[in-house]
């Protein structure tokens, strides 16, 4: 919405995003049709999708943070699989906020791009919820998920 309110407000992007030399259908596109994707631009919009979040955190981090909580709770499935796989972009955010862990003076963001300090709540605490990420030394515990939560975030390469 705060987009939408921008836009009202006059404000505009970069006008050849997607037919500039390195804009977006020189990197997606065998053949590049510019009107296609800008037909409708402005007026329209479309999407085929509709989802909800159970928890909180970051994209990407849904099937590791379930993993956890099954382990948690002893789900035969979840012993005998014992590893979760991440998309690219769940690593990719991951490591692009592993820069700004600092324990617990991590900023919001880094947690929730992280994908160490969710799973290491999962699996201490059998859930991961909206005050696990609360900015108040009860919210990042001193009970092993932030050390567990860090490890796994930085060995994982």
Do not use: N
């Not at 919009?45 to 099937?63: E, M, V």
Request: proline letters at 8%.
């Amino acid at each position: 919405m705060d987009a939408c309110a921008a836009a009202e407000a006059g404000l505009t992007g970069v006008p050849d995003i997607f037919e500039h030399p390195r804009g977006f259908l020189d990197r997606f596109a065998t053949v590049p049709l510019p009107e296609v994707i800008t037909a409708g631009l402005g007026r329209h919009w479309h999407t085929d999708s509709l989802s909800f979040k159970l928890r909180p955190g970051g994209p990407g981090i849904d099937a590791a943070v379930d993993c956890a909580i099954d382990l948690f709770r002893g789900s035969a499935a979840s012993r005998s699989r014992g590893h979760d796989d991440h998309s690219a972009y769940t690593i990719f955010a991951g490591r692009q906020a592993e820069r700004y862990l600092a324990g617990e003076r991590s900023p919001l963001s880094a947690l929730l791009l992280s994908t160490g300090y969710p799973v290491a709540t999962a699996l201490l605490t059998g859930d991961l919820r909206v005050p696990d990420f609360e900015p108040r030394p009860s919210a990042i515990r001193p009970d092993g998920r932030w050390r567990a939560g860090y490890a796994s975030s930085t060995t994982r390469r």
